[in-house]
C-alpha cells in the first residue's frame, strides 16, 4: 500500500502529475481524501462560524448565538469536496482514457464508497438544519447575484436529492445512488470491452472495392499492429465510418453494421447472450432505479425530475420540443427517402432491393455524389490535424484575443497527449489543457471536453482551469501527417467550443463555474462553434494542402457548401429519434413493456430510413444515457434544444461579420458567467430577444413545402 505522504492523488495541482498516478494509489488515496472531506463537513455542521467569516452585527440571530452566515454554511459546504471530486475526476478521466485491469479493479473497489459518500451529503441532516439556518437570517434575504442564485439552487438541489424525505426514504436513495454509480460504470466498461473484442480482417483486396486509399492504408497498419495478415476493420469511428460511406461489399458493411449495433450484448464477441459484456440487464436495472429514485422524491417521471433543473423544465415540454421538430422535418424526411430508394432503382435497375440499415450512408454518399460532384475524402489532404489545431487557436484569437502556445515537458498519461496554455488578452495565463485525439484501446470510443479544474482563485503562473479535449481521429498513416475528414473537423472545433467555455469562466463560485450549467444551454458554446468550419474566411485561414501548402480550391468549397443540406432531414430524424428514445425509456418504458432492447427498437423505427433488424440493440452501447448516473439520460433532447440555439445566435455572426470583435467578446462574456445567472437571460443579453426555432429549421433548409 502506498505511502499518503508519496500519492499524488492527495496533492493534486493545476499541473498535474499523470504519469506518477498508479492503480496502488487510487484506493488509499480517495479514502484519505473522503476522511479529510469528513472532518470538513463536521467542523461546519458543529460551529457556524468555524473557520470562516464571523457573523455580521444584525444578523439577525437570536440571543448571543453566533448565526449561519453565507461564508460559513455555503461556502463552507463548496470546500467540503473540493479535493475529493478534484481526486475523483482525475481517475475517472484516466480510466477513459488510459485505463488497465489494475486501474479498473482499484477504481470498482472504491467507487461505491465515494459514490455514497457524496450522495449523503444532500440527505445530511446537519448540512439540511445548517441550510435552513441560514435561510432564516437577514443575510440569506438580502443576498444577490451569484451568490443568491448559488443559495437557491443549492436549496433546490437538496430538495430534489431528498433533504426533506424522512430517514428510510434518505437511506433507500442513497442505496439507489450507490448502485447507478456501480451499474453505469459497468456499462461503460462493458461498451469499451465489447468494441475492442470486435475485428474484421480482410486479405483479399478485391473486397476493398470502393474505400478510399486512406482508409486501407489505415486498416493495413492496424493489421500489422496486431501481427494479421491483409486489412483489420474494427467498430471504433475512424474504422467503422469509411466502411459504413464506401465499401462496396454489402456482406462486410451488414457484419460492421450488426456488430456496432450489438455492442455490449456479447454478440459482438461471438459469444452467447447474457455473457459477461452484456448490458441488457444493467439497462433494466438503470431504468428501475431512475423510476423509483423519481417516485421517492415526488415526481412522476424521471424525465421531469431532470428536467426541472434544464431550460425545458418538464420532461412533458422536452418531449413537445421534439414532437415539434418531428413534425417539420417529416415530410422532407419522407422525400429523402423516396429519392434515396429511386437512386439506388437508377443504379442497379428496377429490381433493386430495398434499402436495408447498412446501406444508408453508402448510397447516400453515392448520390451525394452524383448530385454535387462532392467527395469528403477530396477534401482530406486540406486538414491535416496540425494545421486544424492552429486554425481553431486563431480563430479564437480574432474572436476574443486569447494565445494559445504549446507547453513543453508537461506530464501526461500518453505520448500522443499535447499540452498547452492559454493566454488572455493581457498576457496572464488563462488555462492550461490537454488535447488527446487519436484511438487507443485503452481509451473509450468518441470525442468530449472534460473540465477538470474550473479555478476561481486568483491567476496562477501555469493556468486557472485545466481542461482535457478528447477524441478519436483517423490516426497518421506511414509517417505521414493525421489527415481528417471534415466532419473530424466539425467535432474538434464542437469540442474547443467546450474547452473555451470552460476556459472562459470568471464566475467566484466553483460549483456555478466552467460548464456547470443546464445540459440544454451547455452544447451552445460547443455547437456554435462548428459554424466557422463552412465560412471561407475561417478555412483560409487553416485549410492548407498538407504537401503543397495550398489554399482550399473555391470550387471544391463550393462543392462543399452545395451539398452542405444534402440528407439534412435523415440526420435531424437520427437525431430527433434518439432524443425521443431517451424520453420514452425514461417516461413511459416500465418492467412490464418487456425487454428493454426490444422497446427501444420499437421506439426507434419510426425514425429509421430503413426496417431495424429483429437483433438490433443499439440502446446496450448507448453510453450517453447509460455509462454515468445521470449524463444525458432524459436529456439527449438537449443537442436539438442547443442547436436552434447556436444556429439563432451564430445569425449575429452572419450579420455584423464572423470575426466581429463586439460579438466575439459579447459572447465570451456569455461564456464568462457559467451558471452564475439563468441561461435564457445570458442568451438575451446576447441576441436582445428570445431564440427563434425557425433558424435552425432554415439552416438545414428544412422549410417551405419539399419539392
Known amino acids: 500500500m502506498t505511502e499518503l505522504a508519496d500519492n499524488p492523488l492527495t496533492s493534486l495541482e493545476t499541473s498535474i502529475a499523470f504519469d506518477r498516478i498508479r492503480p496502488e494509489h487510487v484506493e488509499p488515496g480517495l479514502r484519505a481524501l473522503m476522511a479529510e472531506s469528513s472532518a470538513r463537513l463536521a467542523a461546519l455542521i458543529a460551529d457556524p462560524t468555524e473557520g470562516r467569516a464571523k457573523a455580521p452585527a444584525g444578523s439577525g440571530a437570536s440571543g448571543d448565538a453566533p448565526a449561519r452566515t453565507f461564508d460559513s454554511t455555503l461556502g463552507a459546504l463548496e470546500e467540503v469536496t473540493e479535493r475529493l471530486e478534484l481526486a475523483l475526476e482525475v481517475v475517472e478521466h484516466l480510466e477513459g482514457v488510459a485505463t488497465s485491469p489494475a486501474l479498473r479493479d482499484a477504481y470498482a473497489a472504491v467507487q461505491p464508497e465515494v459514490s455514497a459518500y457524496l450522495s449523503s451529503l444532500t440527505r ?415 478555412l483560409d485561414l487553416f485549410a492548407r494542402h498538407a504537401e503543397t501548402g495550398a489554399p482550399l480550391p473555391r470550387e471544391l468549397f463550393q462543392r462543399m457548401v452545395s451539398a452542405k443540406n444534402f440528407g439534412a432531414a435523415l440526420a435531424m430524424m437520427r437525431q430527433i429519434g434518439f432524443a425521443e428514445l431517451d424520453l420514452a425509456l425514461h417516461m413511459d418504458w416500465t418492467p412490464e413493456a418487456g425487454d428493454v432492447a426490444e422497446f427501444a427498437r420499437a421506439s426507434q423505427l419510426p425514425f429509421s430510413p430503413a426496417p431495424l433488424p429483429p437483433d438490433h440493440a443499439m440502446i446496450c452501447g448507448f453510453s450517453h444515457l447509460f455509462s454515468s448516473p445521470v449524463g444525458y439520460a432524459a436529456g439527449y433532447y438537449s443537442y436539438k434544444w442547443a442547436e436552434v440555439l447556436d444556429a439563432d445566435a451564430f445569425s449575429r455572426f452572419k450579420r455584423d461579420g464572423i470575426f466581429d470583435r463586439r460579438a466575439g467578446e459579447d459572447f465570451r462574456n456569455l461564456l464568462s458567467r457559467g451558471n452564475s445567472e439563468d441561461p435564457l437571460e445570458l442568451y438575451r443579453g446576447f441576441m436582445g430577444r428570445e431564440p427563434r426555432l425557425d433558424a435552425l429549421l432554415e439552416r438545414d433548409g428544412l422549410v417551405g413545402a419539399p419539392s
Open 124 to 538: 445530511n441532516e446537519g448540512i439540511w438544519r445548517a441550510l435552513q439556518e441560514f435561510s432564516a437570517t437577514e443575510e440569506a434575504a438580502a443576498l444577490q447575484g451569484a451568490r443568491k442564485r448559488l443559495f437557491d439552487k443549492t436549496m433546490a438541489d437538496f430538495r430534489r436529492a431528498g433533504a426533506a424525505l424522512p430517514a428510510a426514504g434518505k437511506a433507500r436513495l442513497s442505496e439507489i445512488d450507490v448502485e447507478l454509480a456501480r451499474l453505469t460504470l459497468r456499462f461503460g466498461q462493458n461498451v469499451l470491452d465489447s468494441t475492442n473484442a470486435f475485428e474484421i480482417a480482410v486479405e483479399d483486396e478485391a473486397q476493398l472495392a470502393g474505400l478510399p486509399e486512406s482508409a486501407r492504408q489505415a486498416a493495413r497498419q492496424s493489421a500489422v499492429s496486431k501481427g494479421l495478415a491483409g486489412w483489420r476493420f474494427t467498430l471504433q469511428a475512424p474504422s467503422y465510418l469509411p466502411v459504413m460511406t464506401y465499401l462496396d461489399d454489402a456482406a462486410i458493411r451488414e457484419r460492421m453494421y450488426r456488430a456496432s449495433t450489438t455492442r455490449g450484448t456479447s454478440t459482438v464477441a461471438g459469444g452467447p447472450a447474457g455473457g459477461s459484456h452484456d448490458n441488457r440487464p444493467l439497462v433494466h436495472q438503470i431504468l428501475e432505479l431512475r423510476r423509483e429514485k423519481a417516485r421517492l422524491l415526488g415526481y412522476a417521471t424521471f424525465a421531469d425530475l431532470v428536467c426541472e433543473d434544464r431550460m425545458a423544465r418538464t420532461g412533458a415540454a422536452a418531449r413537445e420540443f421534439v414532437r415539434g421538430l418531428r413534425e417539420r422535418t417529416q415530410p422532407f424526411f419522407e422525400r429523402e427517402i423516396r429519392e434515396l430508394g429511386a437512386f439506388r432503382r437508377e443504379l442497379e435497375g428496377p429490381g433493386a432491393p430495398a434499402l436495408a440499415p447498412w446501406d444508408i450512408a453508402y448510397y447516400s454518399e453515392k448520390m451525394r455524389r452524383a448530385r454535387y460532384d462532392y467527395d469528403e475524402e477530396a477534401l482530406r489532404p486540406y486538414f491535416s490535424l496540425e494545421n486544424v489545431l492552429g486554425g481553431v487557436f486563431a480563430i479564437a484569437d480574432k474572436l476574443y484575443g486569447v494565445r494559445v502556445e504549446p507547453v513543453q515537458g508537461a506530464s501526461t498519461w500518453h505520448p500522443d497527449v499535447r499540452t498547452y496554455l492559454l493566454r488572455e488578452p493581457d498576457g496572464r495565463a488563462g488555462a492550461m489543457f490537454y488535447v488527446d485525439v487519436f484511438p487507443r484501446e485503452e481509451k473509450r470510443d468518441g470525442a468530449w471536453m472534460h473540465g477538470l479544474i474550473a479555478a476561481v482563485g486568483p491567476p496562477r503562473d501555469d493556468g486557472r482551469h485545466l481542461e482535457v479535449l478528447a477524441a478519436n481521429f483517423s490516426p497518421p498513416v506511414g509517417g505521414g501527417a493525421a489527415l481528417l475528414r471534415h466532419r473530424e473537423v466539425e467535432t474538434l472545433f464542437h469540442e474547443f467550443g467546450h474547452l473555451m467555455h470552460h476556459a472562459a469562466s470568471r464566475v467566484p463560485i466553483k460549483s456555478l463555474a466552467g460548464t456547470a450549467v443546464a445540459r440544454d444551454f451547455v452544447e451552445l458554446p460547443s455547437q456554435i462553434m462548428e459554424n466557422w468550419c463552412w465560412e471561407l474566411p475561417a
